[in-house]
């Protein structure tokens, strides 16, 4: 046999698995199938799947009852399909009002009291920095309002100013202290969108005794406050925190799980995962449309999850395939962190995330994959979506810190390379713009046909991840490197 036979065949040999695996996707999709789901979860039923509307009982119990049809299997220490979550429903105060030395903060305005009890009087205030634990040590803080600089040093993404004020809340309680103010001064920000989105009835993970610290926010763009208190000018406080409203209610995970068929790698598990909540009802458009349907954002990431739960199910790799369905996304990425503090598999056995969240698309030609580069099995993800004619590309719009906004940023912090799995986009531009959050991302004027490559595409990049003879790590110099060495130890 010749060299060039012996090449040809050794190729040959190669190709086979990767193109049953194509095969095996092909076959086991159903088209109309896949988009009856997609018309259902992004259908006014659902009132644009709001985790505070009784509308999102609805999408919670028909992805679950669509999974445990497909066959995938509960998760041992869940509620069946779902991992329930204590969340606290909090509106904004009838009267906000905060006096720092001869200034006056008004909510709406440049206050925004984001949780806690009503509060009158008079109180001694104390600077803590940035309200980080070593920030805490050595101060008598009993009875006193604090004071500290929004999120931290090198952590300012929304998810990082959320997760880090839950934490400061916790120790201020602790501490003995009777409220916490918060400087808000990240200038790239706009405070007015900020306020927009916070001046309403919010949704946090319900923290106990801890919840019922009153947690504030300031306006502090031009950093006068610091300043002042750096002086020593800052010591006292007056709020006037009345008619706050808070209630609990219990929101939901959906989770499940496929077992792998390797005697060893099955213990290993590759998260698959996309929320599945929206942002129900708001502003019409001119149409007089109210309801945000989301199928963009994130109708067609659930479908995605749900059919990979019907492929493994009948097809499982090697690794396990965890299935997740996060909920409350869209109010602070607050479904993946429960998870990632409460997680029902152990962090150190799920060794990939394939996260998906969407805005929407302006090219059909390509998946663009958020965090792309970054870890060591971007070519699985490249060879499995040209099999279906699309192009990988890495995120375009830096500008935008998508990394940081999306569910896949609360398991990447601990330490599990987690990519996003997006819809093609070349910018975010007016085209994404155009629906991104908007009543008018529907099913009618979605790309099917780009929609059925999306979905397959997905199901064969994650069974080459599991299938894969090695273990994903982050590339060398990236940030989660280190956190990734202590929950994996070297690899």
């Known amino acids: 046999m010749n060299k060039t036979c012996i090449t040809l065949t050794l190729l040959g040999l190669l190709a086979a698995p990767a193109l049953a ?137 929304p998810a990082d100013l959320f997760a880090l004020g839950r934490e400061k809340v916790v120790r201020a309680k602790e501490a003995g202290a009777l409220g ?40 502090d763009l031009d950093n006068s406050l610091r300043d002042q208190l750096s002086e020593g000018k800052l010591t006292s406080t007056n709020l006037q925190i009345e008619g706050k409203n808070n209630r609990s209610i219990t929101g939901k995970n959906i989770v499940a799980w496929v077992e792998g068929t390797d005697p060893q790698l099955k213990d290993e598990c590759v998260l698959l995962s996309a929320h599945f909540d929206h942002v129900g009802v708001g502003t019409p458009d001119e149409s007089g449309d109210s309801i945000y349907n989301g199928a963009r954002d994130n109708a067609v990431g659930t479908v995605a999850v749900i059919n990979a739960a019907k492929y493994f199910a009948k097809n499982p790799p090697k690794r396990s395939i965890l299935l997740a369905l996060w909920t409350a ?102 085209e994404i713009q155009k629906y991104y959050h908007k009543p008018g991302d529907h099913v009618d004027n979605f790309d099917l046909d780009y929609a059925v490559k999306y979905w397959k595409s997905y199901i064969l990049s994650a069974e080459r991840v599991a299938n894969w003879d090695q273990k994903p790590v982050w590339k060398a110099g990236d940030k989660y490197e280190e956190v990734s060495k202590k929950l994996y130890g070297d690899q």
């Open 21 to 157: 695996q194509k095969k095996a996707v092909e076959k086991n999709f159903k088209e109309k199938e896949a988009i009856g789901h997609f018309t259902y979860l992004a259908s006014d039923e659902l009132m644009g799947r709001d985790p505070v509307r009784p509308e999102i009982e609805l999408a919670e119990k028909y992805i679950a009852e669509q999974l445990k049809k497909y066959g995938a299997s509960e998760i041992p220490g869940a509620d069946g399909y779902y991992q329930n979550i204590p969340f606290r429903i909090s509106s904004p105060p009838s009267t906000g009002k905060v006096t720092l030395a001869d200034k006056n903060f008004t909510q709406g305005e440049d206050l925004l009291v984001l949780d806690g009890l009503a509060i009158e009087g008079d109180y001694p205030l104390v600077d803590i920095g940035f309200g980080l634990e070593e920030d805490f040590e050595g101060k008598d803080l009993s009875g006193k309002i604090l004071i500290s600089n929004v999120g931290a040093p090198n952590r300012i993404s």
């Open 329 to 430: 996304e869209e109010k602070g990425l607050l479904g993946s962190a429960y998870f990632a503090e409460n997680p029902l598999v152990p962090l150190d056995k799920i060794i990939y995330n394939l996260n998906i969240d969407n805005g929407g698309y302006n090219d059909t030609s390509v998946i663009t994959v958020i965090g792309l580069g970054r870890t060591s099995v971007d070519d699985e993800i490249i060879s499995a979506v040209s099999e279906f004619g699309l192009e990988a590309i890495p995120d375009p719009s830096p500008e935008q810190g998508l990394y940081d906004r999306s569910d896949n940023v609360n398991f990447a912090k601990k330490g599990i390379p987690a990519p996003t799995f997006s819809l093609g986009f070349q910018a975010f531009d007016d």
């Open 180 to 219: 916490l103010i918060e400087r808000f001064n990240i200038p790239s920000v706009p405070w007015q969108l900020v306020s927009n989105f916070l001046n309403r009835t919010t949704l946090g993970i319900d923290q106990g005794e801890s919840s019922n610290l009153p947690y504030i926010w300031i306006k």
